[in-house]
């Protein structure tokens, strides 16, 4: 089992930034890759990035491309999300997630493993 713990979200203006942090502990973090989703209100989850288990590849879906940065720490066994330049359409709850998969997947349904979520509300 893995357990995931997100943190970091809030309310925060359009074009302002937020740093989401994914805590993991239960098996090795570095045997996962790492994705962050979102949900908002209505509608599907749908992929945000991920992160190689090494950290060496990271993949992002397009709407976010340029404006926000995953990473990860293994020695802290933590995953980040940087989000710039936010946008309303950006609201929504975001879920971290781990799979251990050796490629990086951007389907939520393969991860094995997600957290609660954390909100991220962005006014405009």
């Known amino acids: 089992q893995v357990q995931l713990v997100e943190s970091g979200g809030g309310l925060v203006q359009a074009g302002g930034s937020l740093s989401l942090s994914c805590a993991a502990s239960?098996?090795?973090?570095?045997?996962?890759?790492m994705g962050w989703f979102r949900q908002a209100p209505g509608k599907e989850r749908e992929f945000v990035a991920a992160?190689?288990?090494?950290?060496?590849?990271?993949y992002y879906a397009n709407s976010v491309k340029g404006r926000f940065t995953i990473s990860r720490d293994n020695a802290k066994n933590t995953v980040y999300l940087q989000m710039n330049s936010l946008k309303p359409e950006d609201m929504a709850v975001y879920y971290c997630?781990?799979?251990?998969?050796?490629?990086?997947?951007?389907?939520?349904?393969?991860?094995?493993?997600w957290g609660q979520g954390t909100q991220v509300t962005v006014s405009s």
């Open positions: 239960g098996r090795t973090f570095s045997n996962y890759a």
């Open positions: 997630e781990a799979d251990q998969s050796v490629v990086v997947r951007t389907t939520s349904s393969y991860y094995d493993y």
């Open positions: 992160i190689s288990r090494s950290g060496g590849y990271t």
